[in-house]
C-alpha cells in the first residue's frame, strides 16, 4: 500500500469484476490515522503528516460515501472532507458515469445504459473494507444529494445491508414494495419547494404537480409517506407508542401551490393545496401514526427535523424538512448547511452500537465507551467498535449478518 497523506484527496480507480469496467473514485483518511503516538481525546495532529498503516489504537472508523447529484461530479460533495476529518471518518467519493447515477428511477446516461451503479458500490466498499484493517462492512454510512440521494435508496432496496444509515438529500427511490427490512437508520432532507422531484412525488397523475426532472415513477410517493414506510418496515419503528405529536406547523408556498405539514388528531398530516388562490380545496397526500418529535428548528433558515421517538426503533430514523431550499441548486456547499449536524448523526449511530455515547471534550464530541465489569468484554477504539486486548490495543467485532425479508405487502396495506 503507498503512503497516503490525511486530510487530503486522493484519486483512485477500481476495476469492476463483472463488467471489467474501469471507475473512478476518490478517498480521504481523517488525521486521526496520522497522528503517532497515543491519541488523547480532542488532541489534534500535525498537518501533513502520512498513514503509517499503524491503527491499532485507533480501532475501526466509519466509512462514509458521499455521492453527487446528477449533471453534477465528486468535487461538488468534497464540501464534506473538513467535516468529516473533524469526525474522524474515513470519506469516499465515487465518480458518476458521465455526471449520473443509475438509481433505478435515474438518471441520465448511466440509467440510459443501464450501468450496474450498485454493483459499482458494493465493490467498491469490499475493495476499501479488504484493503484497510480500520474499515469494517458493518460500520459503512451514506450520504446522497439529488441522484446521489436516488442511488442511496435505490442501493438499499438491491442490497439492505450496503450501509448501517444513510442520510437522503433532495431525493428518495419511489420502488417502495421492492424495499427490505435492513434495520437502517435515515437522516432524510427534503425542501417542500423543491420543484425538479417534488414532495408528492413523480409519476404520470394529472392531479399531482408535475416533477421538473426526469424521475418519472409508476405511482406518486409522498416524502410522508416514503418517510412512514421506511421508519415503520426497514427501521422497525413502531406506531403504536402514545405520542402528543410535534408543535410546529410547516409549510411552503412555491409556483401558485401550497405544501403543508402539521399534526393533528393524533396524527402528522401532510397536505398539498394546487392552487393558493382557491384555499378551500386541499388534498389530504398521506396521514402517518408515526410518533414524531421536533428535534431541530431553526425558524430563519426554514428548517425543522422531526425525529421518530418509538423506542422499538432499531437505529434513528429522522426527517428534515425545509421551506426554501428548492433542490440545493445551483451551488450545494452554499445552499446546505446541515453538515455538522449530519455528522453528529453518523456518529452517534456508529457510537451507540456498543452503548457508547457521544460527549463534548475541548472543541469536539468524542464516543465515550461503556464501563463494564471486570468479568465482561470491553469495548474501546474511536467509536467503540472493537474488543479491547490487555496490551490496550483493538480487535474488530464480529458482526452476524442480518437476516432480510421483503415488505412489498406493507407497501399495499398502507396504499388501502
Not at 172 to 189: F, I, K, P, S, V
Not at 264 to 281: C, G, I, S, Y
Not at 348 to 362: I, K, L, P, T, Y
Request: proline residues 5%; contains cysteine; aromatic residues 10%.
Amino acid at each position: 500500500m503507498s503512503s497516503l497523506k490525511c486530510s487530503s484527496l486522493h484519486t483512485r480507480t477500481i476495476t469492476l469484476p463483472n463488467s471489467n469496467e474501469s471507475r473512478v473514485y476518490h478517498l480521504v483518511l481523517p488525521r486521526i490515522l496520522c497522528h503517532s503516538g497515543i491519541r488523547r481525546l480532542g488532541e489534534v495532529s500535525a498537518e501533513n503528516e502520512h498513514f503509517d498503516g499503524s491503527y491499532k489504537r485507533v480501532g475501526t472508523l466509519p466509512l462514509v460515501f458521499a455521492l453527487h447529484a446528477f449533471e453534477e461530479d465528486a468535487k461538488s460533495m468534497e464540501v464534506f472532507i473538513p467535516f468529516a476529518d473533524k469526525s474522524n471518518f474515513v470519506l469516499v467519493l465515487p465518480e458518476g458515469k458521465d455526471s449520473s447515477f443509475n438509481a433505478g428511477d435515474c438518471c441520465g446516461a448511466a440509467k440510459q445504459n443501464d450501468i450496474n451503479d450498485v454493483e459499482y458500490l458494493a465493490h467498491l466498499k469490499k475493495e476499501l473494507t479488504q484493503e484497510f484493517d480500520f474499515l469494517h462492512k458493518s460500520l459503512t454510512y451514506g450520504i446522497g444529494w439529488n441522484n446521489g440521494a436516488f442511488m442511496l435508496t435505490y442501493a438499499m432496496q438491491e442490497v439492505p445491508n450496503m450501509f448501517k444509515a444513510i442520510v437522503p438529500i433532495a431525493g428518495y427511490t419511489h420502488r417502495l414494495q421492492e424495499m427490505a427490512n435492513a434495520d437502517a437508520g435515515m437522516m432524510l432532507h427534503y425542501s417542500l419547494d423543491d420543484t425538479q422531484t417534488r414532495p408528492s412525488g413523480c409519476c404520470d397523475n394529472p392531479n399531482l404537480p408535475e416533477c421538473n426532472g426526469e424521475v418519472m415513477s409508476d405511482w406518486c410517493v409522498s416524502i410522508l409517506q416514503f418517510f412512514d414506510l421506511w421508519a415503520t418496515e426497514v427501521d422497525q419503528c413502531s406506531i403504536n407508542d402514545a405520542t402528543i405529536g410535534f408543535d410546529n406547523h410547516i409549510v411552503s408556498s412555491n409556483d401558485g401551490m401550497e405544501y403543508s405539514l402539521s399534526y393533528r388528531d393524533n396524527a402528522t398530516v401532510f397536505e398539498l393545496t394546487p392552487d393558493t388562490n382557491n384555499p378551500e380545496k386541499i388534498d389530504k397526500l398521506f396521514q402517518s401514526k408515526l410518533p414524531l418529535s421536533t428535534t431541530y428548528h431553526d425558524e430563519e433558515k426554514g428548517v425543522t427535523c422531526l425525529t421518530v421517538t418509538s423506542p422499538s426503533c432499531v437505529s434513528n430514523s429522522t426527517l428534515c424538512l425545509y421551506t426554501k431550499q428548492g433542490d440545493f441548486r445551483p451551488n450545494f456547499a452554499e445552499s446546505f448547511f446541515m453538515y455538522d449536524e449530519v455528522m453528529n448523526y453518523i456518529a452517534a449511530d456508529a457510537c451507540q452500537m456498543n452503548n457508547g455515547e457521544m460527549v463534548a471534550a475541548q472543541k469536539n464530541r468524542v464516543c465515550a465507551c461503556e464501563i463494564t465489569p471486570d468479568d465482561e468484554l470491553a469495548y474501546g477504539g474511536t467509536f467503540c467498535f472493537d474488543a479491547l486486548n490487555e496490551d490496550g490495543t483493538f480487535r474488530p467485532r464480529e458482526i452476524p449478518p442480518p437476516s432480510f425479508q421483503s415488505f412489498s405487502s406493507a407497501m399495499k396495506r398502507k396504499n388501502q
